[in-house]
């Protein structure tokens, strides 16, 4: 199961951490693992390449399947806007597929980043 946690700030989504792999099918044919891959590189692109914002910090740790964003640093206006447009999607994602993805909301100092 890929655990998806959302990082809040004062009521304001600031983080996320995606955890492990979906099982939806073996690893290399998972289009559901691959859609909330995609998601969190989505993030990623879209603050550091269309917003610039350089304050992001991100990690990927590959063997553990784990890929972590902050952007809590990051001006909130379209950086809110980017961040909830995904979120949603992924929501949507864990919605149908409530066996292979969880979301939960957490303090963003609960966070493993």
Request: hydrophobic share 40%.
């Amino acid at each position: 199961m890929t655990e998806i946690s959302v990082g809040l700030q004062a009521g304001r989504k600031v983080a996320i951490v995606a955890a492990g792999h979906t099982g939806f099918s073996e690893r290399g044919s998972d289009v559901v693992c691959a859609g909330v891959s995609a998601l969190v590189q989505a993030l990623y692109y879209g603050f550091h390449e269309v917003l610039k914002q350089k304050e992001l910090r991100s990690s990927v740790d590959k063997k553990n399947a784990k890929m972590s964003l902050d952007w809590a640093e990051c001006p909130a206006s379209e950086g809110d806007v980017l961040a909830e447009t995904i979120i949603g999607s992924l929501k949507e994602i864990a919605r149908v597929y409530p066996d292979h993805v969880r979301i939960v909301e957490v303090h963003v100092d609960e966070l493993d980043f």
